[in-house]
């Protein structure tokens, strides 16, 4: 069973769809980093769920208002889903629309042959890259540097899942201000908790 921590309106709600969506396994895994964990947390199974994806959609487009953040850019592959629904529903809520871009780890070697994909901002725009979960931070700030490379101006990095192992401190080290929607955490008996940082 998922336990989740929730210090908002949404406890149980968050409980159920976690659990519903089946987005957390436990086992052994092997993780981006290269560490083995005992849970992996399977993003695409909340993010291309109809229920996940407006969820998390709303819970980000409301940290997206309160940041003042004009552009969410995203990490190829993690992020194209989360990037793509907060640009469709921050249209269909009506209010201010969120344009949308993902950058790529490497060349796709044809076409246009771009690093970055969609609607890269003018010089200015406040930017949020986003990911899907972040352990050592490395590929979070990998799509942060990639973004600045072609001219945004990014100020925050948002992430569905911290897995609270020091990619946090590693991104506000180096001057983003970050967020997660869930930050993963452990009992005295070490069970997985999944804290919920919604609004």
Known sequence: MIQ????????????????????????????????????YFDSKELTLDPEGAEFVAAQFLKKIDEEGIEVVGGTAYGAIPIVSHICLYSKVRGGTSVPAFYVRRESKGHGTDKMAEGKIPS????????????????????AIEAAEQ??????????LVD?????????????????????????????VIFRFNGI
Do not use: H
């Not at 072609?150 to 992430?159: D, R, W």
């Open 123 to 142: 010089s200015g725009a406040r930017v949020a890259i986003v990911d899907d979960v972040v352990t050592t931070g490395r590929s979070l700030l990998d």
């Open 163 to 191: 897995r609270d192992e020091g990619g946090r401190e590693e991104v506000e080290r180096r001057g983003y201000k970050f967020w997660a929607l869930f930050t993963v955490g452990r009992t005295d008996q070490g069970e």
């Open 4 to 39: 989740v921590e929730v210090a908002r309106t949404n406890e149980a709600d968050a409980r159920e769809l976690l659990e519903r969506v089946r987005s957390v396994l436990f086992g052994s895994f092997r993780l981006a980093s290269g560490e083995v964990s005992d849970y």
């Open 150 to 159: 072609q001219g945004c101006s990014v100020s925050n990095a948002f992430v």
